[in-house]
């Protein structure tokens, strides 16, 4: 009697083998190790990426100011600080480019979304400054009106900061971080501020804006008298 034609066909295992398996995880171990480095590589990139556009932000705000007064916002001269490295990080910026309202009766500078309020003698004390420019006051034909040029900002890139002379302050910071954890120019992690000089030294006919990345321990700085990064550079 002839045979069934399907028991003639041998049944393998599907299973994979040892040696198999380890092949497998060799190959995957491989590929990790090409992968990872490009990963960091093009998060790298993104972090520039962001900052840069953050920066361009600014310096849209900074054109529109100077459209409507005349000049850039004044930087902070303030000789409290240790150098004007120091005080370029503490700029006023945030006020200028916010835009302003002024209570003469509680003597406070708020700005116009209300996100932050500083009395007149702590501005003048963390600025170096007498008052704010881009600031609502007055009344009937005489009003003049203050406008916010930082509409776009996003809420990451402000934060809260207590000056060496005790005063609080609100900055404009990129929202990216360090990136490195052990860099911190203001010793808070996460908080690394926009620096802002004018006039510039770079730009004597206009501002310095400038923000320093530092990735895997390299410098990164990322500003406006320069369309690429520069690498491992001191700060200006």
Request: aromatic share 10%; glycine share 8%.
């Amino acid at each position: 009697m002839q045979r069934p034609f399907s028991s003639l066909i041998t049944h393998h295992s599907l299973a994979f083998t040892l040696i198999e398996l380890l092949v497998v995880i060799s190959i995957i171990g491989v590929l990790a190790g090409f992968t990872i480095p490009v990963l960091k590589t093009v998060k790298a990139a993104q972090y520039k990426k962001v900052a840069r556009g953050e920066l361009e932000l600014i310096e849209t705000a900074l054109e529109n100011y100077k459209a409507k007064y005349g000049a850039y916002p004044p930087s902070n001269k303030n000789s409290n600080y240790a150098s004007p490295q120091a005080s370029s990080m503490f700029s006023q910026l945030y006020y200028e480019l916010s835009g302003v309202t002024h209570n003469t009766a509680a003597k406070t500078f708020t700005t116009l979304d209300g996100s932050a309020t500083i009395y007149e003698n702590q501005y003048t004390n963390a600025f170096d400054v007498g008052g704010v420019v881009n600031c609502s006051q007055g009344g009937g034909e005489d009003a003049a009106s203050a406008k916010n040029f930082l509409s776009g900002l996003s809420s990451k890139q402000l934060n809260y900061y207590v000056t060496n002379n005790g005063v609080q302050t609100t900055m404009i910071v990129t929202s990216v971080g360090g990136p490195d954890d052990k860099y911190q120019p203001l010793n808070a992690s996460g908080l690394n501020p926009f620096r802002y000089v004018y006039p510039g030294v770079n730009n004597p006919n206009g501002y310095d804006l400038w923000v320093q990345l530092v990735i895997k321990g390299q410098t990164n700085l990322i500003c406006n008298w320069s369309r690429q990064v520069i690498i491992n550079s001191s700060l200006p």
